[in-house]
């Protein structure tokens, strides 16, 4: 797969269509795959956690999720293709999932939520293919029976649908003992989103980079730090780089 490097990142530089060609023909293959994605807030936070740079950057395919990575590609002169959005990846794999007759296992957010993304997913596919599916609130020590369950549901697909570094260091954890799942991948919010608890940006807001503008108006209090700063350090880090390159 072509991948660059970027900012301490691992990125494969695949479409949206690429990225689902590759997953449906390892999968055939009977080839596990551990998948992840970045945006600016995760490049960011990688800088410093190292544990979460070696979560991502040992992972089989990695996808940028946001806008701002895109943009930062191409002023670093290795420029991407195009976004692949994490949930929108996770919708179109469910979707793969139903007709090639895999079966998904969905761990994470609150129950209520897990359990309205399942109600959706059986109305739009069938009851099959769920294989299994719990919240995402657990203790360390709750680990090793959780993926024990997840493995002897004997589900092709497992989307964990926690907060980062929480999720990729989970993933990254258990990836040998998950390694009977032929696809395992980190959806962030995304079942908040299915579910309807929060609502998503209009589209124009996704193709103009202003996707998490709209998650920072939702919710202000628990975003600002998260966005503002975040955004703020990743336009830093971009032209740190780029002006140090132009140096050398």
Same mark, same amino acid.
């Given at each position: 797969m072509p991948r660059i490097h970027l900012l301490n990142t691992l990125v494969d530089n695949l479409s949206m269509q690429e990225t689902l060609q590759l997953v449906e023909k390892r999968m055939e293959q009977k080839k596990s795959i551990h998948?992840?994605?970045?945006?600016?807030?995760?490049?960011?936070?990688?800088? %410093?956690? %190292?544990?979460?740079?070696?979560?991502v950057n040992e992972a089989?395919?990695?996808n940028a999720d946001g806008q701002a990575v895109i943009w930062a590609s191409k002023l670093l002169k290795k420029p991407l293709k195009e976004r692949v959005a994490g949930i929108d990846l996770f919708v179109n794999l469910v979707e793969l999932?139903?007709?090639k007759q895999f079966s998904i296992y969905l761990l994470g957010a609150k129950q209520e939520v897990v359990e309205a993304v399942v109600t959706k997913f059986e109305k739009q596919c069938d009851s099959k293919i769920i294989a299994g599916f719990r919240n995402g609130y657990f203790s360390t020590s709750e680990e090793k029976q959780i993926v024990d369950h997840i493995v002897h549901s004997k589900a092709d697909m497992l989307f964990v649908a926690m907060s980062s570094p929480k999720k990729e260091i989970f993933l990254h954890k258990h990836r040998e003992a998950l390694s009977s799942i032929p696809f395992i991948m980190g959806v962030g919010g995304s079942f908040d989103v299915i579910s309807g608890k929060t609502k998503r940006a209009p589209l124009w807001m996704q193709k103009s980079g202003? %996707?998490?503008f709209y998650r920072f108006l939702q919710e202000p209090k628990r975003?600002?730090?998260r966005y503002l700063v975040g955004n703020s350090k990743f336009l830093y880090l971009v032209f740190k780089e780029r002006f140090h390159s132009k140096d050398k």
């Open positions: 998948h992840t994605v970045v945006n600016a807030g995760k490049i960011v936070a990688m800088q %410093e956690d %190292e544990v979460l740079r070696k979560s089989d395919l990695i999932a139903h007709q202003l %996707e998490w975003m600002w730090k």
